[in-house]
């Protein structure tokens, strides 16, 4: 069945310093791959998403392209702040809206 | 838009007793669904629903019950409680239309049964 593999974590890093997180999916067909943040005490918000092959989705600074030939979307940003650190959660969307299978989240904390 | 409420933000129950979390949505989304956070599980999903009168199971269902009278409310209700179903619970709305799929959450119940 389809699913999705993010990278473990905790992730911490220093403010300023380059952020991956790697996600990964199996899906029949062609999926809408999202990445979803969750911060402290809140609710799962939409941080970016792609709807087909080598779409780039961007919010806030942070990237994620989808990539099909490797059925990966993995969450880059340049240069993190303090206010990132939260909770990522990768996600897809194979069949309909009803059903979003997502990853088991990556908690990433960032130091000043 | 208020988007996607839910009530109550706390929940203490005993074992055995039953309650109703509230979900309500104000986007006109056909779709909503309830999810279970727990740490290191990511999100699960309990119930979902394709439109009013239209419900299914989702990966973990046992011991809840849904059911959708209008768009824009979805129920869930614990028929009793018990220590493994404390949680902290999610529902969400999402729309076919226009494709992407995304959904919108609501802020979240946690529930502790002790």
Known sequence: GDSVTQMEGPVTLSEEACLTINCTYTATGYPSLFWYVQYPGE??????KAT????KGSNKGFEATYRKETTSFHLEKGSVQVSDSAVYFCALSALSASKIIFGSGTRLSIRP | NAGVTQTPKFQVLKTGQSMTLQCAQDMNHEYMSWYRQDPGMG???????????I???????NGYNVSRSTTEDFP??????APSQTSVYFCA??????GGYEQYF??????TVT
């Open chain 1, 52 to 55: 087909k092959a080598d779409d």
């Open chain 2, 93 to 98: 709305s999402s729309s076919q239309r226009g």
């Open chain 2, 55 to 61: 419900t299914d199971q989702g990966e973990v269902p």
């Open chain 2, 43 to 53: 999100l699960r999903l309990i119930h979902y629903s394709v439109g009013a009168g």
């Open chain 2, 106 to 111: 609501g802020p979240g119940t946690r529930l």
């Open chain 1, 43 to 48: 609710g799962l918000q939409l941080l970016l």
């Open chain 2, 76 to 81: 869930l209700r614990l028929l009793s409680a």
